[in-house]
């Protein structure tokens, strides 16, 4: 089961980016545009959209595009809608079309574009960056003892993990125990009687034992079920509860940042909510964990001129690139040179494709000067 947090989202997903930034032709097509969630302002998303389609037509024309190329393209780009008006009162704070020859895609996302349409060899996607913070994958544990449930994704959804080889809830685990005794009670001639429950009267110190013996076996299916990703795993529940689970746990990735539950409010839909904050930290924490390691790294350069040479030759490992920048101008593979505004290319975006196509990383960061890249040699 999974649990979406925004329906009318699109997840970007590394491997979607590499699908997009692998595209190189003589047309590559990127649109970016705000739009409106609900509303009566949704009627302005189709006719801003016609709008920018139209800005496209016209630049294509400047740069004397045969006619027939033009009519393919713009042809393209009007069946993002498939027909359905209904399709742009689904939409989130932003949309960015992509369009070539062979290739189209669009994206909905939770931030707002400013109204751009650029053409180039390869697809622009700069405006792009700060969605990737939404892929920060976390675990999230409900500890409610009467349904235990572990879950795994990101700030765009949850997906529900299945831990079969411990009990869901707190009372069928003091049942098997039970049910476990009686057996051995029939095998040598004793009588099984009834089941009793443990720890729910006077005896706190009972409850607690056994309370703590159940987390032991959840963790222990917990590590099993995350030993391959290694996620930071975020705790729900009453703090008694969050508390006693450290005391036994074993998971090496376990947060310090805990969420609140009440039992009017513990569905998914509702701790996934609680667990953006969470999210939205995780992915700050590894933007910043990626940029003390340039700091201290040795083989680091700054500035354009130095990072989009670097990046052609596949040396960058991490490319920091600050939002909202743009460097117009074009790169001349062959002799390195950097021409100045007016060429039509943006040599940032062109620094951002060369990282990511030879598998490099790229974070976006907050406004500065220039971009900045930590080295592989």
């Given at each position: 089961?999974?649990?979406?947090?925004?329906?009318?989202?699109?997840?970007?997903?590394?491997?979607?980016?590499?699908?997009?930034?692998?595209?190189?032709?003589?047309?590559?097509?990127?649109?970016?545009?705000?739009?409106?969630?609900?509303?009566?302002?949704?009627?302005?998303?189709?006719?801003?959209?016609?709008?920018?389609?139209?800005?496209?037509?016209?630049?294509?024309?400047?740069?004397?595009?045969?006619?027939?190329?033009v009519?393919a393209?713009?042809?393209?780009?009007?069946?993002?809608?498939?027909?359905?008006?209904?399709?742009w009162?689904?939409?989130?704070?932003?949309l960015?079309?992509?369009?070539?020859?062979?290739?189209?895609?669009?994206?909905r996302?939770?931030?707002?574009?400013?109204?751009?349409?650029?053409?180039?060899?390869t697809?622009?996607?700069?405006?792009l960056?700060?969605?990737?913070?939404?892929?920060?994958?976390?675990?999230?544990?409900?500890?409610?003892?009467?349904?235990?449930?572990?879950?795994?994704?990101?700030?765009?959804?949850?997906?529900?993990?299945?831990?079969?080889?411990?009990?869901?809830?707190?009372r069928?685990?003091?049942?098997?125990?039970?049910?476990?005794?009686?057996?051995?009670?029939?095998?040598?001639?004793?009588?099984?009687?009834?089941?009793?429950?443990?720890?729910?009267?006077?005896?706190?110190?009972t409850?607690?034992?056994?309370?703590?013996?159940?987390?032991?076996?959840?963790?222990?299916?917990?590590?099993?079920?995350?030993?391959?990703?290694?996620?930071?795993?975020?705790?729900?529940?009453?703090?008694?509860?969050?508390?006693?689970?450290?005391?036994?746990?074993?998971?090496?990735?376990?947060?310090?940042?805990?969420?609140?539950?009440?039992?009017?409010?513990?569905?998914?839909?509702?701790?996934?909510?609680r667990?953006?904050?969470?999210?939205?930290?995780?992915?700050?924490?590894?933007?910043?964990?990626?940029?003390?390691?340039?700091?201290?790294?040795?083989?680091?350069?700054?500035?354009?001129?130095?990072?989009?040479?670097?990046?052609?030759?596949?040396?960058?490992?991490?490319?920091?690139?600050?939002?909202?920048?743009?460097?117009?101008?074009?790169?001349?593979?062959?002799?390195?040179?950097?021409?100045?505004?007016?060429?039509?290319?943006?040599?940032?975006?062109?620094?951002?494709?060369?990282?990511?196509?030879?598998?490099?990383?790229?974070?976006?960061?907050?406004?500065?000067a220039?971009?900045?890249?930590?080295?592989?040699?």
């Amino acid at each position: 089961m999974q649990i979406f947090v925004d329906r009318h989202i699109d997840a970007l997903t590394p491997e979607r980016l590499a699908r997009l930034v692998n595209v190189h032709g003589a047309l590559c097509l990127s649109l970016y545009m705000p739009t409106v969630r609900s509303g009566d302002q949704t009627r302005q998303n189709p006719i801003r959209y016609k709008n920018l389609c139209k800005r496209a037509a016209d630049m294509l024309a400047e740069r004397q595009t045969p006619g027939a190329v033009v009519d393919a393209l713009t042809a393209r780009l009007g069946e993002l809608d498939g027909g359905d008006p209904r399709f742009w009162e689904h939409q989130s704070d932003g949309l960015a079309v992509f369009v070539s020859e062979d290739d189209f895609d669009s994206l909905r996302l939770p931030q707002t574009f400013a109204e751009c349409v650029c053409i180039g060899a390869t697809f622009d996607v700069l405006s792009l960056l700060p969605a990737l913070r939404l892929n920060a994958r976390f675990a999230l544990l409900n500890l409610d003892l009467n349904r235990v449930r572990l879950y795994t994704g990101s700030a765009l959804s949850l997906d529900v993990i299945d831990l079969p080889d411990v009990a869901e809830s707190l009372r069928d685990h003091l049942g098997s125990i039970e049910h476990e005794r009686q057996l051995r009670m029939h095998s040598v001639g004793g009588d099984g009687g009834s089941v009793v429950f443990h720890g729910h009267g006077p005896d706190d110190r009972t409850r607690k034992d056994e309370m703590r013996e159940f987390f032991r076996l959840l963790d222990a299916a917990l590590c099993r079920a995350l030993a391959a990703e290694h996620l930071p795993l975020v705790l729900a529940g009453t703090p008694a509860n969050r508390g006693l689970y450290r005391e036994v746990s074993r998971y090496p990735h376990l947060m310090g940042a805990g969420i609140e539950i009440d039992r009017e409010a513990d569905d998914p839909g509702s701790l996934h909510a609680r667990a953006l904050p969470v999210a939205r930290a995780l992915a700050e924490s590894e933007v910043q964990a990626a940029l003390a390691r340039m700091q201290t790294g040795a083989r680091r350069v700054t500035g354009i001129e130095a990072v989009l040479p670097a990046a052609q030759a596949g040396r960058i490992d991490t490319l920091f690139v600050p939002e909202d920048l743009r460097i117009p101008g074009r790169f001349d593979a062959d002799q390195g040179i950097l021409h100045g505004e007016g060429d039509g290319d943006d040599l940032l975006n062109q620094a951002v494709v060369f990282t990511l196509v030879q598998g490099g990383q790229v974070y976006s960061v907050a406004p500065s000067a220039s971009p900045a890249a930590l080295l592989r040699y």
